[in-house]
């Protein structure tokens, strides 16, 4: 009879624990505040024990010198003094004269021992000092180096580089434990972003493709001669608010777009960018009895030319479309100005009140009201403007012109 299969035995439970590993005497862990206690502890302790030193070595010199014979006698036979330390005492003074002279004489080097003893030890104390400050200021920037690392991560991230990692290594204290904290935050942020370009880029299809078919049937509808006027009026309607909302899409979808810093950069020349934009409006210009002017200097930027010719196209379609009804003008000018490339966008046009500035700038707001509800966009050509600006380092403003209009500028490092 054959034996009984064993039981399946349970597999083996993880021995590794995701969470960060525990020292066993957790108050013996290097932190900087323990670490910091004994290099300044230590540091203070080797400059008392320098100090004392020198003290003690100046203090026995100074003893010396204040203990030198006052007077010696040269003859015994014929009582003769000499002194080398007092001049006054000689052997013609009477007694009560020469126990003066040497109570003076020895009160004198006494205070000049002293005060030799006080000038050295400044002077030993101004060289220590300066060695002590010295060395903190070596021993500080070496034990602060690790927030040198985090900064610079911190900026390159600000630049969008969301693949720098700070990887500090070294003793398992305060320091390495925000880095560590610092890259974790990083790799979400990095994850985060990627699903966001990816859902920018699936949305870009899903949203374009249905309204490109129902453009194409409305199409294809009004191209039927015999079709009723009613219907080629609907169609009409239909197409209009369908090509509305193809330019939300589009500005939706650049808007998120533009919202991240530009990776890749190449030398764009305002100028041409500005140019192009003035000619993709020239003829809703000339429609409107718009005139556009302006002198164009060149200014090479690094940045997105397709990014940089919206904001360029935004601005000047704004200036043509907010105009005065006759005799308005648009003014489309580039330069550099203190080492950075300037677009200024300058229009006639209604008087705008200096509060309502800043709400021009957010999506689907324009002046003096809040939801889009005219022909002239979908009220997102100043926030992609400003998006795309930010994202290539650079920032856009707007004034009030005097008399009616707006000044826009962009300003762009080079």
Partial sequence: MAAAPAPPQAPPKPTWDPRRPQPPFPWLRPTIRIRLTLLYGGMFLIAGILLLSIIYLLAAQAITTGNAPLFKI????????????????????????????????????????LDNLLSRSLLALLGLAIIAFAFG??????????????????????????????????????????????????????????????????????????????RTLLEVHLSDPNAPVELQQLGKTLLATNERSEQLVEGLLLLARSDNQII?????????????????????????????????????????????ERIALNLVQNAVRYNVPEDGWVE???????????????????????????????????????????????????????????????????????????????????
């Fill in 74 to 113: 040269v003859s015994f036979q014929k009582l003769q003094v000499s002194s080398d330390n007092c001049p006054a005492i000689t052997n013609t003074l009477q007694l009560a004269d020469f126990n003066g002279a040497i109570s003076r004489c020895a009160e004198d080097q006494r205070q000049a021992a």
């Fill in 137 to 214: 200021y070596a021993m500080a920037g070496r034990v602060l180096s690790p927030l040198g690392r985090i900064t610079r991560t911190a900026r390159a991230v600000a630049g969008s580089d969301l693949s720098r990692r700070i990887e500090l290594d070294g003793p398992d204290d305060e320091l390495k434990e925000l880095a560590d904290t610092f890259d974790d935050m990083l790799e979400r942020l990095q994850r985060a972003f990627t699903a966001q370009q990816r859902f920018v880029g699936n949305a870009s299809h899903e949203l374009r493709t249905p309204l490109a078919i129902n």
């Fill in 264 to 308: 890749e950069r190449k030398p764009v020349d305002l100028a041409e960018v500005a140019s192009q934009a003035v000619d993709q409006v020239h003829a809703e210009a000339e429609a409107k009895g718009v005139r556009i002017e302006g002198e164009r200097k060149p200014a090479v930027v690094q940045g997105n030319g397709v990014l940089l």
């Fill in 332 to 414: 489309v000018t580039t330069e550099i100005q203190h080492e950075q490339a300037v677009l200024t966008v300058s229009n006639t046009g209604p008087v705008v009140p200096a509060y309502e500035i800043d709400n021009l700038f957010e999506p689907f707001r324009r002046l003096r009201t809040e939801r889009t509800g005219s022909d002239k966009g979908v009220g997102l050509g100043l926030s992609i403007a400003r998006s795309v600006a930010r994202a290539h380092g650079g920032h856009i403003a707007a004034q009030p012109r005097e008399g009616g209009g707006l000044v826009m500028r962009v300003t762009l490092p080079v």
